[in-house]
Antibody, heavy 121, light 107 residues
Framework: QVQPVQSGAEVKKPGASVRVSCKAS????????IHWVRQAPGQGLEWMGY????????YYAQKFQGRVTMTRDTSTSTVYMELSSLGYDDTAVYYC??????????????WGQGTLVTVSS | DIQMTQSPSSVSASVGDRVTITCRAS??????LAWYQQRPGKAPKLLIY???NLQNGVPSRFSGGGSGTDFTLTISSLQPEDFATYRC?????????FGQGTNVEIK
């Protein structure tokens, strides 16, 4: 199946950090914006930010600024999202998603399978 | 932030029914709107982009319309595989926000 492949589920303690990876599989990443979206259990979708193509850096939602870091390794077509100072309300499935149209206005055509991050003491 | 409000939150329908879901933005977003389908435990799937453009591979029974603040997603003849949650997303300006979802259930 053509889909970005994300890293496995994580369990973290409050205050810890988590890093989730997202690797291109069957699709191209290098020329596209890659976004991160999360979904708390039984809840809606929340956009977190994106990383631009090549090495042009990230853009974060204000809610997560200071706590999130998005990077990409062009040699392995992998994107990373690290979230620090985890709280219980960060328990969610985290998705990477490709903006497939590069219009400057994102429409997400390919999504990773999701990574469940559980924050528990 | 732009708020996206969907209605109804849930709809019960039968196979073959026509279903229409609405999404309202809290401010003018032109046609910068997408619709997604999400099944339980799965990632969302893009159905419609730029309000009315059908994503490649999506059946033609799905259609989208609207501009400005009011948008619709219509399923012309509901199929068994269409029972899922549908969400709108504004692509006008960050943070890119989603509607709360409409659950299409079997009647």
């Amino acid at each position: 199946q053509v889909q970005p492949v994300q890293s496995g589920a994580e369990v973290k303690k409050p205050g810890a950090s988590v890093r989730v990876s997202c690797k291109a599989s069957g699709i191209t990443f290098s020329d596209y914006y890659i976004h991160w979206v999360r979904q708390a259990p039984g809840q809606g979708l929340e956009w977190m930010g994106y990383i631009r193509p090549k090495s042009r850096g990230p853009y974060y939602a204000q809610k997560f600024q200071g706590r999130v870091t998005m990077t990409r390794d062009t040699s392995t077509s992998t994107v990373y999202m690290e979230l620090s100072s985890l709280g219980y309300d960060d328990t969610a499935v985290y998705y990477c998603a490709r903006d497939g149209y590069n219009l400057g206005r994102p429409y997400f055509d390919y999504w990773g399978q999701g990574t469940l991050v559980t924050v528990s003491s | 932030d732009i708020q996206m409000t969907q209605s109804p939150s849930s709809v019960s329908a039968s196979v073959g029914d026509r279903v229409t879901i609405t999404c309202r933005a809290s401010q003018d977003i032109s046609n910068w709107l997408a619709w997604y389908q999400q099944r339980p435990g799965k990632a969302p799937k893009l159905l419609i982009y730029a309000a009315s453009n059908l994503q490649n591979g999506v059946p033609s029974r799905f259609s989208g319309g609207g501009s400005g603040t009011d948008f619709t997603l219509t399923i012309s003849s509901l199929q068994p595989e269409d029972f899922a949650t549908y969400r709108c997303q504004q692509a006008n300006s960050p943070p890119y926000t989603f509607g709360q979802g409409t659950n299409v259930e079997i009647k």
